[in-house]
């Protein structure tokens, strides 16, 4: 097996294990070292009293694309956390399927920086979003 399926299917995987990301509907659906696509279904549900996609659907969707691109870029077992995300609206939403593209910029010691952009299914982009992270030890075992 090659190096980007092993890491497409542990992070795969590492999100279909999540509840909270089961519940928002999310999946990976691309994913090499230090780029993620994620997919996710918006709903009747997720909208807001204009009857648009609630930002904060968005914000989900840019922080997950961010987060798996620092972690498909670090190594193994480190922890990594958001310390700030600033995202930008770009055009009203409506439901449908939305892909959130993370790319990590920069990964250090103790500090990460990446971008997400997400878009709809024709590829129109709807928003932008820069994050840092705060990078240390390794993670705990879940449970």
């Given at each position: ?15 279909a294990a ?5 519940w928002?509907?999310m999946?990976v ?11 996710m279904d918006?709903?009747?549900r997720h ?6 996609i ?12 961010c987060g798996?691109s620092?972690?498909s ?21 409506r439901?449908g399927?939305l ?16 971008e ?14 820069q ?13």
């Open positions: 097996m090659d190096e980007n399926h092993d890491l497409f299917s542990a992070l795969r995987e590492r999100l999540s509840e909270f990301h089961t928002a509907g999946e659906v691309e994913a090499s070292a230090g780029e993620v696509t994620v997919a918006v709903l009747d909208v807001n009293l204009q009857g648009l609630h930002g904060g659907m968005l914000a989900i969707l840019a922080d997950t694309a798996l620092i972690r870029a670090m190594e193994a077992g480190r922890l990594h956390v958001t310390t700030d995300m600033d995202i930008h609206y770009l055009a009203p939403t439901p399927r892909y959130g593209r993370g790319k990590a910029v920069r990964v250090g010691r103790t500090l990460a920086f990446a997400a952009s997400i878009e709809d299914a024709e590829g129109k982009l709807l928003a932008r979003a994050s840092r992270f705060s990078v240390s030890g390794t993670e705990s075992a879940p449970g």
